[in-house]
């Protein structure tokens, strides 16, 4: 079965550090981008970052660069999110997600939407 | 960034009505659009991608439609199963930012 679980989450003051994991099984891990999305209590889907199959290329949105970390192990099937100075507005549910795409030309994708999600991990930033 | 807008942010139906459901891209985005549904509690679930495209296993009475900066998802008659909040996503830059619309809530009339 294809399945993605998160874990790692949990309540930390303002201005402290958490690192989530991701374990994946089910599929050829290190074949595929993967992606952190968050959604805050009560609020839409906000994608946060994403890592390139060999862990080369890295984005993310604007409001985490400089204090989030993604990275991931292939060899332990694993993705992680590091975060640190942590903030209330990144309280939220995080999900990692499976990004389906194909390289028909190393500057060109065709994406195919995030077609595995895990179940999600919450992350309280509460003095 | 390209923004996207859904519209409208709730829509009340019937089980066996006909639901739309619009999204906007503040550029155009060719048909690098996704749609998810989501349910109370759970993680979202991938509907349509390439704008069109029904992901395997999601049933025929969704669809989607659109090009450039306007897109649709159809629900052509809604089940009581499909009470969800749904979501577009763009991924026109593909790897770079994908971003989500605002998700609209499809509730019991």
């Given amino acids: ?127 | 960034d390209i923004q996207m807008t859904q519209s409208p942010s709730s829509v009340s139906a019937s089980v066996g009505d006909r639901v739309t459901i619009t999204c906007r891209a503040s550029q155009g985005i060719s048909s690098w659009l996704a749609w998810y549904q989501q349910k109370p509690g759970k993680a979202p679930k991938l509907l349509i991608y390439a704008a069109s495209s029904l992901q395997s296993g999601v049933p025929s009475r969704f669809s989607g439609s659109g090009s450039g900066t306007d897109f649709t998802l159809t629900i052509s008659s809604l089940q009581p199963e499909d009470f969800a909040t749904y979501y577009c996503q763009q991924a026109n830059s593909f790897p770079l930012p994908l971003t989500f619309g605002g998700g609209t809530k499809v509730e019991i009339k």
């Avoid at chain 1, 074949?31 to 009560?42: H, T």
């Avoid at chain 1, 060999?54 to 985490?64: A, C, L, M, R, T």
């Avoid at chain 1, 970390?69 to 992680?80: G, V």
């Avoid at chain 1, 194909?102 to 509460?126: K, L």
Wanted: glycine share 10%.
């Fill in chain 1, 1 to 127: 079965e294809v399945q993605l679980v998160e874990s790692g989450g949990g309540l930390v003051q303002p201005g402290g550090s958490l690192r989530l994991s991701c374990a994946a099984s089910g599929f050829t891990f290190s074949s595929y981008w993967m992606s952190w999305v968050r959604q805050a209590p009560g609020k839409g889907l906000e994608w946060v970052a994403n890592i390139k199959q060999d862990g080369s290329e890295k984005y993310y949105v604007d409001s985490v660069k400089g204090r989030f970390t993604i990275s991931r192990d292939n060899a332990k099937n694993s993705l992680y999110l590091q975060m640190n100075s942590l903030r209330a507005e990144d309280t939220a549910v995080y999900y990692c997600a499976r990004d389906s795409s194909h390289a028909p030309d190393p500057n060109y994708y065709y994406y195919y939407g995030m077609d595995v999600w895990g179940q999600g991990t919450t992350v309280t930033v509460s003095s």
